[in-house]
T-cell receptor, first 112, second 113 residues
Framework: GAGVSQSPSNKVTEKGKDVELRCDPI?????LYWYRQSLGQGLEFLIY????????KSGLPSDRFSAERTGGSVSTLTIQRTQQEDSAVYLC??????????FGPGTRLTVT | GNSVTQMEGPVTLSEEAFLTINCTYT??????LFWYVQYPGEGLQLLLK?????DKGSNKGFEATYRKETTSFHLEKGSVQVSDSAVYFC????????????FGKGTLLTVNP
């Protein structure tokens, strides 16, 4: 079956621009997660959705970062006024209840 | 807070050698423990998991045992193959349903023929 998909796979943007990253979870998975993978910080948790609600946003690095999920399915991570330190691979994962998350291929964001 | 420490790489082995990648953790409560693998050019894949003390997770010849007394979850494989070359991440899950993963920094394994 189809796994987690993310788009775009690569995004290059200028400092100060806004970007939107999209995640399509595995069909039927109620939980959705965003992580960030960078050389300096490794893999970091950003936000967790259960359905359309986000009970844990504690990993979002600043108020420039926001995320939403609609219809219990697709999620969008938005970064406003991008900075060079936002350059990273943004990973989405989904799961049913219980441990074990399935990751998408990621979006590589480069801020120039 | 929660943290995961895994041995730093890179690790280079010959084919059919024995592999151990050490992982220890600090956590409150009763986390689940995971190993994820990232093959070159691919995304993170769940390799194995253990949800309670003394559980052994296994997959593709890899094994890891959840040791609460030593707060460890070391990854082992008896005979590695070239195709096992990848980055391996140890992680713990916390929160309700263990949703929040905390990762180690990853260990790069290269297996030479």
């Amino acid at each position: 079956g189809a796994g987690v998909s993310q788009s775009p796979s690569n995004k290059v943007t200028e400092k100060g621009k806004d970007v939107e990253l999209r995640c399509d979870p595995i069909s039927g998975h109620t939980a959705l997660y965003w992580y960030r993978q960078s050389l300096g910080q490794g893999l970091e948790f950003l936000i967790y959705f259960q359905g359309n609600s986000a009970p844990d946003k504690s990993g979002l690095p600043s108020d420039r970062f926001s995320a939403e999920r609609t219809g219990g399915s697709v999620s969008t991570l938005t970064i406003q006024r991008t900075q060079q330190e936002d350059s990273a691979v943004y990973l989405c994962a989904s799961s049913l209840d219980g441990p074990g998350q399935y990751f998408g291929p990621g979006t590589r964001l480069t801020v120039t | 807070g929660n943290s995961v420490t895994q041995m730093e790489g890179p690790v280079t082995l010959s084919e059919e050698a024995f592999l151990t990648i050490n992982c220890t953790y600090t956590a409150t409560g009763y986390p689940s423990l995971f190993w994820y693998v990232q093959y070159p050019g691919e995304g993170l894949q769940l390799l194995l998991k253990a949800t309670k003390a003394d559980d052994k997770g296994s997959n593709k010849g890899f094994e890891a045992t959840y040791r609460k007394e030593t707060t460890s979850f070391h990854l082992e494989k008896g005979s590695v193959q070239v195709s096992d070359s990848a980055v391996y991440f140890c992680a713990l899950g916390s929160g309700g349903s263990n949703y929040k993963l905390t990762f180690g920094k990853g260990t790069l394994l290269t297996v030479n023929p």
